[in-house]
T-cell receptor, first 115, second 115 residues
Framework: EDKVVQSPLSLVVHEGDTVTLNCSYEVTNFRSLLWYKQEKKAPTFLFMLTSSGIEKKSGRLSSILDKKELSSILNITATQTGDSAIYLCAVPSYRGSGNTGKLIFGQGTTLQVKP | KAGVTQTPRYLIKTRGQQVTLSCSPISGHRSVSWYQQTPGQGLQFLFEYFSETQRNKGNFPGRFSGRQFSNSRSEMNVSTLELGDSALYLC??????????????FGPGTRLTVL
């Protein structure tokens, strides 16, 4: 059965710290991995990583895909209180060559950044 | 472009009742996926609709059903509500094109409480 596992499940840091969130996956037909940020309700898209794009960066956030280790990390440098959220890792499910419209999510990492 | 909208935002029901939730996707998007989010299970895939057809279904009992209309709006229905159905129900829209992954955009969710 396909699965995605995130660690740690929760994390408390102080402003200015650097954090690393982990995501590992076991899925058939792997093609891409996504990171979302969920603050209040709707998860918002951060990054998509694929075989042709294994590293992405946006401001203080960056992410790397390690296809050999079947894992990805999300780094946040110089954390701010506004980074407090649930960070979700997800892998799209494919059947044959078809997109099934299903995302397999990890449990999420709850990050709290204290002033 | 307007985002994904979901109505209602909050619902309180009692056990045994049924409920209908609505999702309007981004204009031009033909795929709508539904997810249930609970603290214990995280985000779990319910089903996905594309052009009024259910293309994929998760591991939920038959009490959970859905449909999609010709304008791509989607509804999901839960009959004979149980306490364990209390959750945040999220829908996500995407272009739904076959083959490569299409990014999913999430709505704000409907918070269902079953008493």
């Amino acid at each position: 059965e396909d699965k995605v596992v995130q660690s740690p499940l929760s994390l408390v840091v102080h402003e200015g710290d650097t954090v690393t969130l982990n995501c590992s996956y076991e899925v058939t037909n792997f093609r891409s991995l996504l990171w979302y940020k969920q603050e209040k309700k709707a998860p918002t898209f951060l990054f998509m990583l694929t075989s042709s794009g294994i590293e992405k960066k946006s401001g203080r956030l960056s992410s790397i895909l390690d296809k050999k280790e079947l894992s990805s990390i999300l780094n946040i440098t110089a954390t701010q209180t506004g980074d407090s959220a649930i960070y979700l890792c997800a892998v799209p499910s494919y059947r044959g060559s078809g997109n099934t419209g299903k995302l397999i999510f990890g449990q999420g990492t709850t990050l709290q950044v204290k002033p | 472009k307007a985002g994904v909208t979901q109505t209602p935002r909050y619902l309180i029901k009692t056990r045994g009742q049924q409920v209908t939730l609505s999702c309007s996707p981004i204009s031009g998007h033909r795929s709508v996926s539904w997810y249930q989010q609970t603290p214990g299970q995280g985000l779990q895939f319910l089903f996905e609709y594309f052009s009024e057809t259910q293309r994929n279904k998760g591991n939920f009992p038959g009490r959970f059903s859905g449909r999609q209309f010709s304008n791509s709006r989607s509804e999901m229905n839960v009959s004979t509500l149980e306490l364990g159905d209390s959750a945040l129900y999220l829908c996500a829209s995407s272009p739904g094109l076959a083959g490569w992954y299409n990014e999913q955009f999430f709505g704000p969710g409907t918070r269902l409480t079953v008493l």
